[in-house]
């Protein structure tokens, strides 16, 4: 994606390449990171593995981390508990989801996060929970 999470910016900075340079580079370990820059088309997000429905994504704590601006994002349980603020807080839903990246080279699952992923798929995460909440879910 070029956009969420400061994309953009990355994008102009990144290396171009295909997915199949990036898996190549990918296992040539370095100290410093490598940032590349892929076009390639969105061909499945994975809503099962093994037979089991997965989520498209979380529940998250929206309580500001001490001492920053940044909100804590961290998974709640079911009944609202953050285990790393250690209280009840505000939550709301963050897309998390596993999609496979194609171009002419190669694939590639990767895992896409919140802003990212919203781009991706287009919808926010409250429209993803509130159409898997429906009776047709995602059919």
């Not at 102009?12 to 076009?39: K, N, Q, Y």
């Not at 940044?70 to 285990?83: A, M, S, W």
């Not at 171009?103 to 781009?119: I, K, N, P, V, Y």
Request: charged share 25%; aromatic share 6%; net charge neutral.
């Amino acid at each position: 994606s070029q956009e969420g999470a400061g994309g953009a910016a990355r994008l102009a900075a990144g290396r171009a390449c295909t997915i199949a340079d990036m898996r190549a580079a990918a296992e040539l370990v370095t100290a410093s990171p490598e940032v590349f820059s892929v076009i390639s088309r969105l061909s499945v997000v994975q809503t099962k593995k093994q037979g089991e429905t997965q989520p498209l994504m979380y529940m998250a704590c929206q309580e500001p981390r001490p001492g920053s601006a940044l909100l804590c994002n961290k998974r709640v349980g079911e009944d609202g508990f953050c285990p790393s603020c250690q209280r009840l807080g505000k939550v709301a839903p963050r897309l998390n989801i596993r999609c496979r990246f194609a171009d002419f080279s190669d694939g590639a699952w990767l895992t896409t996060f919140h802003e990212a992923a919203q781009s991706v798929i287009g919808l926010t995460a409250e429209q993803a929970k509130e159409m898997e909440s429906r009776e047709d879910g995602r059919e």
